[in-house]
């Protein structure tokens, strides 16, 4: 089984800077991708941004590009999400995901519990 541990949310003032880390663990054959969504209360989950790991390429939603980047540690199974000059309508619980091969079979697609992010103005 994977597990994806996510860290490094918490309170911060608007134009503050917080890193969020995700770590997967467990039996891992091969990463996809893995990246952060993000969800406001009542609303769907939406996307922040995703690392492809064989190209090494990025995708962020519009909201966050020149504020918010993704990277990895392959070693460490782990992705970072370096997010600056926050401000408050980013505040909202921020959950990882990966697409992990696991054992046999294709990828499956594994979820953190979520870390919250709190700006204040």
């Known amino acids: 089984q994977v597990q994806l541990v996510e860290s490094g949310g918490g309170l911060v003032q608007a134009g503050g800077s917080l890193r969020l880390s995700c770590a997967a663990s467990g039996i891992i054959f091969s990463i996809n991708d893995m990246g952060w969504y993000r969800r406001f209360p009542g609303k769907q989950l939406e996307l922040v941004a995703r690392?492809?790991?064989?190209?090494?390429?990025?995708t962020y939603a519009d909201s966050v590009k020149g504020r918010f980047t993704i990277s990895r540690d392959t070693v460490k199974n782990t992705v970072y999400l370096q997010m600056n000059s926050l401000k408050p309508e980013d505040t909202a619980v921020y959950y990882c995901?990966?697409?992990?091969?696991?054992?046999?079979?294709?990828?499956?697609?594994?979820w953190g519990q979520g870390t919250q992010v709190t700006v204040s103005s």
């Open positions: 995901n990966g697409a992990i091969r696991s054992q046999g079979g294709g990828y499956s697609t594994f």
């Open positions: 690392y492809f790991m064989t190209t090494g390429g990025t």
